[in-house]
């Protein structure tokens, strides 16, 4: 297992010490790193997602009010 050191402010460290005294502390850090791993990519996902959206927004071929009304006739019974 790798070993990672991190200066953090000092009521953060007392803060987790206390929540976490009786827990594995690497454990737990561990797990809140996987997290926020987790969400940052997740954010990069969407991110993504919304720019191929907004992309295909520019390449749409737009229509007029009347190809509209007319393409519902069309499509009516």
């Not at 929540?19 to 996902?45: G, H, M, P, W, Y």
């Amino acid at each position: 297992m790798a070993t990672m050191n991190f200066s953090v402010p000092e009521d953060v460290k007392e803060r987790f010490n206390k929540t976490f005294a009786n827990a594995n502390k690497s454990a737990v850090v561990t797990q809140l790193l996987e997290e926020a791993i987790e969400r940052v990519e997740r954010k990069r996902k969407c991110d993504e997602a919304i720019h191929r959206i907004i992309a295909g927004f520019a390449e749409r071929t737009t229509v007029t009010e009347e190809e509209l009304r007319q393409a519902r006739e069309e499509g009516r019974p």
